[in-house]
């Protein structure tokens, strides 16, 4: 059983520029999430995708899009990068969304805005 | 507005010496309240989920209990494996169907050999 993966671990990018972030969910799994974890604080939760669908989504702007691929893997998009979004962003899927699922999370991607 | 606080912070111990970790939390209605623990450069890894004030559950050293206001985390005789950051998590009843955790900052544990 393969657990979650992200890509790339590690990302350098300048103020203003768009990023993609991929994420390939558990195998079984079906709900993807995303979460942005600054230094020192807890992961805030961005959206999650159920199905190929937006399924819920915390206070980020829209710049923060994302996407689900029929094989349940995800993809988070960022437009016009600011510095406050340099974090690390954390994907995470489980096998249905919503009530108490566990969440299996993967090692995550570490923006860097300049 | 709903909330998680966690503390302490830091907390320092000798391998051996057991102590508690506090989550306390403001909810519109609590669906679950989850432990994850943190190992540097990795995600979160689960620890236990609790449902109803109350209720316990154990793992290896590790107890998490929970009250209608707050959640410990009672670590008993510690390794330095232990060593990791505890992150207290939220379901609100309103987000059962959206999978949304409100996360608190987490407490950062040193075991010392």
């Known amino acids: 059983e393969t657990g979650v993966t992200q890509s790339p671990t590690h990302l350098i990018k300048t103020r203003g520029q768009q990023v993609t972030l991929r994420c390939s969910s558990q195998s079984g799994h079906n709900t993807v999430s995303w979460y942005q974890q600054a230094l020192g604080q807890g992961p805030q939760f961005i959206f999650q995708y159920y199905r190929e669908e937006e399924n819920g989504r915390g206070n980020f702007p829209p710049r923060f899009s994302g996407l689900q691929f029929p094989n349940y893997s995800s993809e988070l998009n960022v437009n016009a990068l600011e510095l406050d979004d340099s974090a690390l962003y954390l994907c995470a899927s489980s096998k249905n969304r919503g009530t108490n699922e566990k969440l299996f999370f993967g090692s995550g991607t570490q923006l860097s805005v300049l | 507005e709903d909330q998680v606080t966690q503390s302490p912070e830091a907390l320092r111990l000798q391998e051996g010496e057991s102590s508690s970790l506090n989550c306390s939390y403001t909810v519109s209605g609590l669906r679950g309240l989850f432990w994850y623990r943190q190992d540097p450069g990795k995600g979160p890894e689960f620890l236990f989920t609790?449902?109803?004030a109350g209720e316990e559950k154990e793992k290896e050293r590790l107890k998490a209990t929970l009250t209608k206001k707050e959640s410990f985390l009672h670590i008993t005789a510690p390794k330095p494996e232990d060593s990791a950051t505890y992150l207290c998590?939220?379901?609100?009843?309103?987000?059962?169907?959206?999978?949304?955790?409100?996360f608190g900052q987490g407490t950062t544990l040193q075991v010392k050999p």
């Open positions: 998590a939220v379901q609100a009843r309103g987000s059962s169907n959206t999978g949304k955790l409100i």
């Open positions: 609790l449902y109803s």
